[in-house]
């Protein structure tokens, strides 16, 4: 932790290079989940693998690097500058009372260089660690096991066939947490005993659980809930978990089995296995085969965050109970239990209208719903996004799927209750026509696969 009496600091955000659009979306949520917000220190450069940010606490910035998964390392910012004389004008006015602290006689030290889209050699680096000597550090160096770690970062660009001789620019700072980048690969769908063929990325599911601002005890629902993906990143942050899905044998772990090698599913392949596999169990409440444009919930206030990755129809079809045709209900509305109901299509215009009414009825008062929107890209305009008097619109982050296809993650909070006249705009309308057919973007998605120079390499829900 920072020490007392200090003056007021900055900080330093080294980014992953991965998912770009849903950075900042992250980081804001995390500093709103601890009541605070972001200030960048300058103009702010999405692409950028650095941010420098200001007041902010130390506890904050250890609060975020807990949780992000699109953050690598977090610094005390002690200078920076376009060249090295820059930096070493800067680390010389930063304050001395700042400094201090850690460049004590009984105190030990590590100093490492970070280089951004070049690799030096090990004898360059040495070198610009001595340059550093007008530092005054009095501890002792320790390689292994140093109390206080600094590191030289030089960002060269995001050009890999243009990098320059010398760096763009250059920072200096205290190492003080790294990030979550682990929990991508610890909680990885390759490694995970219950999957499907839609089974939602170990690192999105994370980041879409930041954009939620899902904490301890909060309760989350998933009404397209497949094979649970999100409810395993969520109940890591020690949220209760429950979802519902249309399709039996994914809800009760049955059926053709989506491992390769593999034909059917064993006996414990569910989504509470999945929960067991990382200790979070406790926190499974249940899932629930249920349609969800019939939702089966009591009305009022119940989820604290509402997180969905609804289907397609190109992996997975967009179906929901029901038919055209006219069929004998039993006189007591009560079906015998080998009945299986019948199923129509459910376009993609009525799962979202169902999903923000449902979640504008269901979530508390700053609760937040965040979900994933397909898109063609050709026809994209920001008026296609569903909107609803009861929900405000967070971020809006694009995952490009092909050269004509994407998913946008949309996040939105509840800043009202629903009133009788509260409808989804846009998608009622009849003259708005992207989501109103069966099966409208799987037509779409798969209008570009096959090209006059062959197939395109096209990624999969």
Known sequence: MAAPGRSRLQYLLHLAQDNLDFRLPEIKSLLTLRGRHFHATEKFDEKSPFWCLNDL???????????SVCAKSAFELWGHGHTHSELKESLLKYPTENMLPYLQKDSSYRINVF???????FAERIKKIDALEYLPFEGTVS???PQHVFCLLEDYGIDPNNIPDDPFYIYFGRWIA?????????????????????????????????HAMVK???????????????????SHFGAYVCGADIDYNTIHGRGRSSRKD????GPDENIRANLRQYG???MYVDVMVSDASKPVWKKGPLFDAIITDPPYGVRESTRRTGSHKDHNKPADGIYAE??????????????????????????????????????????YTEEMIPLHPCLRLVSNCEQTLSSHTSRRLITMEKIKEPEDSDSVAHLSDPGFKPYQAHNAFREKYFSGVNKKFGKEDVNGE
Not at 57 to 67: I, Q, Y
Not at 115 to 121: G, H, I, R, S, V
């Open 57 to 67: 606490s130390e506890e904050d910035v250890c609060g975020v690097m807990a949780r």
């Open 115 to 121: 280089t951004f889209n070049k690799t030096l050699e």
């Open 143 to 145: 390689l292994k096991n």
């Open 178 to 210: 790294d990030g979550q980048r682990e929990l991508i690969r610890s909680h990885s769908v390759k490694n995970r005993h219950f999957i499907g063929n839609t089974s939602m990325d170990a690192g999105l599911s994370f980041i879409m659980t930041n």
């Open 216 to 234: 301890e005890n909060d309760l989350v629902f998933d009404p397209f809930v497949g094979t649970g993906s999100l409810l395993v990143a969520c």
């Open 262 to 265: 593999q034909k059917w599913r």
């Open 280 to 282: 979070t169990e406790k």
């Open 338 to 379: 080998s009945h299986v109901p019948v199923s129509q299509s459910y376009h993609l215009s009525d799962i979202f209208t169902d999903l923000l009414n449902f979640s504008a009825e269901h979530l508390v008062m700053g609760g937040r719903l965040v979900y994933w929107l397909p898109i063609y890209r050709p026809e």
